[in-house]
């Protein structure tokens, strides 16, 4: 899909793979301890393909670097989040939406599996950004 280009197939592709192998497929979305725990080779691998496949525009390194150019920490607060969702073109008008296309801004996919009720909670607190940020530093990506 990532070969492709259809990118909205690719970011739930994604999802799927890292709830297979965090073993949470069952609940359908990944918590904080599931991403601080997340194998460093398998995290590395859907970084790299999402990196080549976009020509360096996506991947979770991409988002990390992004994260922290905004000032974004482990605990940054709700108006940091914003500010990274505006970077990203997650948020307009004060609306967190996506869009799966190669036009839109550097680091906005993959959207980080904010799909089921208790990972949007998650997601929209901007707890999952920091969480994977901080898994990609311990994993040094």
Request: hydrophobic share 35%; glycine share 10%.
């Amino acid at each position: 899909m990532l070969a492709d280009s259809k990118w909205q197939e690719a970011d739930r592709e994604t999802l799927t793979i890292m709830l297979r192998v965090a073993g949470r497929e069952k609940e359908g979305w990944l918590d904080i301890q599931s991403i601080n725990s997340f194998p460093c080779t398998e995290l590395r691998t859907i970084d790299r393909l999402w990196l080549r496949y976009s020509n360096g525009q996506f991947g979770f390194s991409v988002q990390k670097r992004i994260w922290e150019s905004i000032g974004g920490t482990l605990d940054a607060d709700y108006e940091t989040w914003c500010k990274f969702g505006d970077r990203v073109g997650w948020r307009s008008q004060r609306e967190f939406n996506f869009t799966f296309d190669i036009k839109v801004p550097h680091g906005h996919l993959p959207t980080q599996g904010r799909g089921k009720k208790r990972q949007k909670a998650e997601w929209m607190r901007g707890l999952v950004i920091p969480s994977i940020g901080s898994r990609l530093l311990s994993c040094n990506i």
